[in-house]
């Protein structure tokens, strides 16, 4: 179980509802880029993932039939847009761990993408889903930057505590499912 | 020919030169973006070819493979990224045409999102590649827009002249090989 980092205002920790469990975060973040772009908030969508074609089959009078392809390594992040008029980029993760997120789980051209977003002046981040607690947390790639720092003669991961104490919680709502733009918000206002 | 609108200082325009030509304008843009990634310019990349997959097999010590997938539309344009603290968003066209390139191979769904960006701050522009001048233009997208209004009542084409009037023209250089962000700071410059 997390402690939560005391404020002066008591907050009642959000946890993922009944509907929205066993739902991928994948879909939620999808549902909430729609409910996003249609409301004229955030223009934000998911990339393709990155496939390799070797062979594809022309069949007459149907269409073209890809018969051969690999997975590829994606080179950036899965998401990214325009928010408040500022680049926005990030990548999710999930984690079952009961106490800690591993940071071999984020590829190393991920790291890069991000650190290359954020000294260009973006909004660059991860979201993670702590499944142990039902959560989903922002973390600022400045925040990862200190740990991934910390990694290299230390502790090769962070504890739960430790996003939860340095992250922003996702507030989930009926729309968008999670309002994660509004964690960017409390985000920004820190920064500034 | 297009007659090229004379400025006060008379401008040379720039063609592909003969190490570019037959090189598809897909192949200078990724080169011109790692170049631009790699010397901190800016962090733009194109977005995987969106796949739809049907089928994938597992084989014992070897690579999932998929062995079933179809082509998507993509739902918004190939390209996007951060440049001087911006957003930036665009699409590549190419036309074999002599003298205008027709508005309906622009898709919709492309429009659409190129208007979003735009409405959001964001940088938004088609690169058209004018094959019978060797030339490639940065059309902004408000001037998109103008043509696209025009072609509601009347004509429903841009004519090369049109383009080349209202573009930016793209310059060929050693590294990048299309210095295509020189065109976009012309015309950021003219916004202000």
Redesign the interface.
């Known amino acids: 179980m997390i402690k939560y980092p005391t404020t002066k205002k008591r907050y009642q920790r959000p946890r993922i509802g009944k509907q929205n469990r066993g739902m991928a975060l994948e879909k939620l973040i999808d549902a909430s880029n729609q409910h996003y ?1 249609e409301s ?1 908030r ?2 934000i ?1 998911k ?5 390799q ?1 070797v062979n594809v089959d022309y069949p007459e009078r149907a ?10 390594r ?3 992040t899965d998401y ?8 926005i ?1 990030f990548d999710v993760k999930e984690t079952h761990h009961e106490t800690s997120y591993a940071l071999k789980n984020i590829h190393q051209h991920q790291i890069e ?1 991000l650190r ?2 954020h ?4 909004i660059a981040f991860l979201l993670i889903r702590v499944a142990a607690e039902d959560a989903i947390f922002l973390l600022p790639f400045e925040t990862l930057e200190k740990f991934l720092e910390r990694a290299k003669t230390g502790r090769k991961s962070m504890t739960l505590e430790e996003i939860a104490a340095n992250g922003y919680i996702v507030r989930e709502t009926l729309a968008p499912r999670i309002d994660y733009l509004e964690a960017v918000d409390r985000y920004i206002k820190g920064q500034a």
């Open positions: 772009r004229g955030a223009v969508h990339k393709p993932t990155p496939v074609i269409r073209a039939k890809i018969t051969e392809a690999y997975y590829r994606p080179s950036t990214n847009g325009i928010y408040k008029g500022r680049y980029d993408h290359s977003v000294r260009h002046g973006g």
